[in-house]
């Protein structure tokens, strides 16, 4: 219950009608019948007669009405409460505490609508405000100029005597007070109008912020989205180019050890050798690429590089497979993202010649660094070249790693016969 009282307090709605109550109630106890208030500030009565008290309370009780619906029609109920105001002071009566419900619907007029519309509507009641002070500078100057009555005549009559007739000029003072109460009552609507525009204003000017807000909190998800994709794509391209290269090998010496295990034992003991080494570093690798988004906590190892081809040649050869490796330039340091993209790339290239190019197949591995760039060249002579060339995960690794690099790769089947892969890497911006 006490959480629906909190909800309805909140409502505008409810406030409006806690303020026009309070209104009515403060008009009745400063102006009812039954008065308890009486002084300067707040006359017992307004009017004496009952037909102007009867006209009088119905305007008033048209004021309360129009500030408890303000909130839903602003500019219908500003033209009601200044319409019972005008008729207060038709009657004729003095301004009361109700006629302040004017001021309320002018606010309200300057924050609901736009300054065009609030301002029309306040020159429509400083006119309404200036009528009246000039019909009340001539009521008061037209009473001011009427003679006074004549006085009874003594008991005994005293000669005549000549005296000029009395002239009655214009009291200024009518003018003056009038002039005083437009200044004031102007005043007011213009502090009134002022107050709602400038609550508009910033209103409007966070309403603004709350939206920009908004967008920057937009904009800093999708940041977060994309960073998480890019990030999925990278875990993923390590992941397999460290498993499918290490299971590679791992089949392959698999397959040459149960060949050789009746003949040559010794080979047999080699090949498992090589297979549980290859497993292990695949492992390795693994929990590396694992711990640098915080999956696991592993010890610091570093990248691989271009500076591991040797190793990596040398495990494809114990495979089975002959790799000649060759640099051509003058070896220089290159950006992290390079040098590991360029060791990715490589050995995703010789994984797919132990698995597609066949038996007995020779891979060639080819460095060149350049001024800008730093080229590589993995071409082998299998048969299995048509195989390759489809949407394997590998190429598409190779192409995403090449591409968010700014390079170039191309894929394909060579001039004379096997597989070639070729790619460009720039040697600058790499880490960027």
């Keep these: 219950m006490r959480e629906r009282l909190g909800g309805w307090a909140r409502l505008p709605a409810a406030r409006n009608a806690v303020l026009a109550a309070l209104l009515l109630v403060t008009t009745l106890v400063v102006n009812g019948p039954n008065a308890v208030w009486s002084g300067d500030l707040g006359p017992t009565r307004i009017v004496d007669d009952s037909d102007q008290a009867a006209v009088w309370w119905t305007a008033s009780v048209a004021v309360v009405v129009a500030v408890a619906l303000r909130g839903r029609w602003p500019v219908p109920m500003a033209a009601l409460a200044a319409a019972a105001v005008t008729t207060h002071v038709l009657l004729p009566a003095p301004i009361a505490l109700v006629d302040l419900g004017v001021l309320l619907l002018l606010y309200t007029v300057a924050?609901?609508?736009?300054?065009?519309?609030?301002?029309?509507?306040?020159?429509?009641?400083v006119l309404l405000a200036t009528g009246w002070a000039l019909a009340n500078a001539l009521a008061n100057r037209q009473s001011a100029e009427q003679p006074p009555p004549p006085r009874p005549p003594r008991v005994v009559p005293a000669p005549p005597l000549p005296r000029p007739e009395p002239v009655?000029?214009?009291?200024?003072?009518?003018?003056?007070?009038?002039?005083?109460?437009?200044?004031?009552?102007?005043?007011?609507?213009?502090?009134?109008?002022?107050?709602?525009s400038s609550t508009r204003s910033r209103r409007a000017h966070l309403d603004e912020l709350r939206a920009r807000a908004r967008e920057l909190e937009r904009d800093r998800d999708l940041q977060a989205a994309?960073?998480?994709?890019?990030?999925?794509?990278?875990?993923?391209?390590?992941?397999?180019?460290?498993?499918?290269?290490?299971?590679?090998?791992?089949?392959?010496q698999a397959q040459g050890g149960a060949a050789a295990l009746d003949n040559r034992p010794a080979d047999t003991r080699s090949a498992l050798d090589a297979i549980v080494r290859t497993g292990r570093e695949s492992l390795a690798d693994m929990r590396r690429v694992l711990a640098a988004v915080g999956a696991v906590d592993d010890t610091w190892h570093p990248q691989p590089g271009l500076a591991q081809l040797t190793a990596l040649a040398a495990q494809v050869r114990k495979a089975g497979t002959p790799v000649?490796?060759?640099?051509?330039?003058?070896?220089?340091?290159?950006?992290?993202?390079?040098?590991?993209?360029?060791?990715?790339?490589?050995?995703?290239?010789?994984?797919?010649?132990?698995?597609?190019?066949?038996?007995?197949?020779k891979a060639e591995v080819v460095l060149s660094y350049g001024k800008a760039e730093v080229g590589i060249r993995v071409s082998d002579d299998g048969r299995g070249a048509a195989d390759r060339t489809g949407g394997g995960n590998g190429l598409r690794g190779m192409r995403e790693r090449v591409r968010l690099l700014g390079g170039s790769l191309v894929a394909g089947p060579g001039p004379a016969g096997g597989f070639v892969v070729r790619a460009a890497l720039p040697i600058q911006g790499g880490d960027a």
Aim: net charge neutral; hydrophobic share 50%; with cysteine.
């Design 111 to 125: 924050l609901r609508h736009r300054r065009a519309v609030s301002l029309a509507v306040l020159g429509c009641l």
């Design 168 to 196: 009655f000029l214009p009291s200024e003072d009518a003018w003056d007070t009038s002039r005083s109460e437009l200044t004031v009552f102007a005043s007011a609507l213009l502090a009134a109008w002022a107050v709602g």
């Design 226 to 252: 994309f960073a998480v994709a890019a990030e999925r794509g990278r875990i993923s391209r390590e992941l397999h180019d460290v498993v499918a290269h290490g299971l590679s090998v791992m089949v392959i």
């Design 324 to 361: 000649d490796l060759r640099v051509d330039g003058t070896t220089v340091p290159l950006p992290s993202t390079v040098d590991l993209s360029a060791y990715r790339i490589v050995q995703e290239a010789l994984t797919n010649t132990m698995k597609h190019a066949g038996k007995g197949a």
